[in-house]
């Protein structure tokens, strides 16, 4: 498989699992019940054969939307704004995953930031390395965090977007139950 399509699908997986531990029975982060229990229901119920989908759409959806009203205008990438061609190839992909059984494991209940954290190294989204990144990044008050500065957004070969998605997505444990630290990457 192309490198560039394992990338997507590791994103995809990374942004499923953030946007599910923000929804409002988790870490109530953003406006969002798409991939919980009601959620799912409500879903299966409207979308009978794309309802998997069809939550991961609105869960990914309802996250870019908060970090766009946190972040601003800003020139910055973020998990759920990667830039181009970053963002169309993972959309394209959630066809792909989640046209069957491949939903990734998504746990039902976190109630801590650092419960997300663990949910990704398990999944061997995180590495050790990973973990030591945000701790000693200062916090802004606008609960965002500067994680770091790239100078080309575009054109991002696959290892660098993988090393920088593990680096935001840890960075997420900084949070807590309804206070959302939105990690990004400052474009230079």
């Known amino acids: 498989m192309d490198g560039r399509i394992q990338a997507a699908d590791r994103i995809l997986i990374i942004r499923t699992l953030?946007?599910?531990?923000?929804?409002?029975?988790?870490?109530?982060?953003?406006?969002?019940?798409?991939?919980?229990?009601?959620?799912?229901?409500?879903?299966?119920?409207?979308?009978?054969?794309?309802?998997?989908?069809?939550?991961?759409?609105?869960?990914?959806?309802?996250?870019?939307?908060?970090?766009?009203?946190?972040?601003?205008?800003?020139?910055?990438?973020?998990?759920f704004c990667l830039g181009e061609p970053w963002d169309s190839l993972v959309d394209g992909r959630i066809e792909r995953r989640y046209g069957g059984p491949n939903l990734p494991r998504v746990p039902e209940s976190l109630q801590w930031a650092s419960d997300l954290a663990a949910a990704l190294k398990e999944g061997g989204l995180l590495t050790d390395s990973d973990w030591e990144a945000p701790e000693s990044l200062e916090l802004f008050e606008s609960n965002t965090l500067e994680i770091g500065q790239v100078r080309d957004a575009h054109g991002l070969p696959p290892e660098e977007i993988n090393r920088l998605a593990s680096r935001l997505a840890v960075s997420y444990a900084r949070g807590e139950k309804g206070r959302l630290v939105v990690p990004y990457l400052r474009i230079l």
């Open 18 to 79: 953030v946007a599910r531990a923000g929804e409002k029975d988790n870490l109530a982060w953003w406006d969002s019940d798409a991939l919980s229990e009601a959620g799912s229901y409500v879903l299966r119920r409207l979308f009978p054969r794309s309802a998997a989908r069809a939550g991961v759409r609105l869960a990914i959806e309802a996250a870019t939307i908060r970090h766009r009203t946190v972040l601003g205008e800003q020139k910055v990438l973020s998990l």
